[in-house]
């Protein structure tokens, strides 16, 4: 213990300012192994001694000091009130980096680079756990080449990414099929599915930085994809693990990623098992799927391996709309190409006339229409794959939809956590829906049709909201959005595009986001017209 003459020092907070005249957290406490190993775990955290005096400091932070109190610290209340006037500023700088992170995004890059590269980052979804990783990839050009496994439905999102934050080192290849073939990239994204037959390739190149998204796909021993990623991960120097979902509500899950990050400061397995899941041994085995001291094992994380952000916890660095825009692959790509090239070869035939598209409007509207549905049913798969995998974080989620086919596959897809509202759904029916998705737990998804459930409903209990099929009009993308961002919305609102790579809903949403853009800078101005968009959407394909 630390003692100042014959008073013992207890765990207290205060301000104090650093010889650059930026307020900081100053920590005294006694010196007993529990607290310094929370302490060193707060990111920034530095230690001083100075004759009979010794003391840490920490960033003046809200999630730092929502950690001092869990850890018992005394907050001294100027802390609270410096909190009010002080504004977080991003710790790192990166050189290079296209684009502006958030403070608590910076925060994030910085614990990846006091970790050096092995970490952790568990942000709730929405957050961008991809951002603050691919911004420690351009703070690092030398750690080449990296390798990227995801989901399938999100490969293509990384590539994207890459492309738009990173400025050097990012020439990317995404992985397809089960044949491999020769990889020269220095960035290679694959998904789990596929891992098993590039095993033999990818373990000849010599990555020096493993990515894991979604690591909680790995919790199973037996499968195939776990076996290949410890089999790659032997000799890759930095790992990152990313997962949104709450760990401490099944740990189990997360133990194949933090023991592969750092095997030192977490148990072995049986120990982790015994402590931390409540292990039984049944008739049929030995099960691992409870939880048990589950605040010990979140405070073993957060001091070793992992950082995590709550979005209420880093509300006020969020802007009120975020549009994200995530391409997924098509199943169909040779028939949805045979159909792009027709409509191609229509647009050269009338040379792209405002005269002509309007003499043969309703052929080409359905030249355009089969592409979309062609693309629809091409993503399906992968769409559902991405709702899936958005609510194993257990948060509600809204998706919009065009057409009664897409409601209906969806619907199967989720027949007991959701409710629709389509043109089949009747007047009396609406409030009863609306109240199940806002107040019943177990209803995790609404999905509706744009123009039956597009006005007069609120969907305050998400804020994500997925646009799964493109409208002609922005006024149709604008009142979906609309029905989450009402009074009652506690959080910022995100809206995901699932948008079929490389197709003609790329396009559409481009055009209809320049729309937006200007619909909402005329204020009581005209929406856009069908045909506006669709004489638009003819003039891109005539672009060289």
Known sequence: MLFKGKTKIERVASILIDSNGIPIIKLTFPRDLTTIRNVKGIVGRKYYRYKDEEYWTVPLLKSVVKQLQEFGFSIDPKIRSSLETYVETPCIKIPGLNGQLYPFQSQ???????????ALLADEMGLGKTI???????LHPEIRPILIVCPAAIKFNWEQEIQRWMTTNKETEVLSGTTPYFVSANMVVINYDILQDWLFVLKKIPFQLLIIDECHRIKNNAAGRTSAIKQIAKKIPHIIALSGTPIINRPI??????SLIDSASIPPFWEFAQRYCNAKHTRHGWD??????????????TSTVMIRRLKKDVLKDLPDKTFHFTPIELSNREEYNRAERDFFRYIKETQGKEDAIRKCRAEALS????????????????????????????EKLVVYAWHRETIDSLCQAF??????????????????????????????????????AGEGITLTASSNVVILELPWTP????????????????????VHYLLAHNTVEEDIAVLLDQKVRIADAIMDGEDTK??????????RYLKP
């Open 367 to 394: 030249r355009v229409n089969t592409l979309k549905q062609l693309a629809i049913r091409g993503k399906m798969k992968q769409a559902i794959e991405w709702i899936e995998n958005f609510l194993e974080s257990g």
């Open 132 to 138: 603050q990783t691919i911004a420690y990839a351009q």
């Open 475 to 494: 006024k149709n993308i604008r009142q979906p959005v609309d029905r989450l961002h009402r009074i009652g919305q506690k959080n910022a609102v995100v």
């Open 288 to 301: 691992f799927t409870g939880s048990a001291n589950t605040i010990e094992l979140h405070r073993l994380l």
């Open 530 to 539: 069908e045909e506006d968009l669709l004489y638009a959407l003819m003039n």
């Open 108 to 118: 994030g890059v910085e614990f990846l680079e006091k970790r050096e590269g092995r």
């Open 415 to 452: 027949p007991s956590i959701s409710v629709k509202i389509d043109g089949r759904t009747t007047s009396t029916q609406v409030p009863q829906l609306i109240d199940r998705f806002q107040s019943d737990p177990s209803i995790l998804l609404f999905i509706g049709q744009m123009e039956a």
């Open 253 to 258: 899950e997360i133990y194949n990623a933090v």
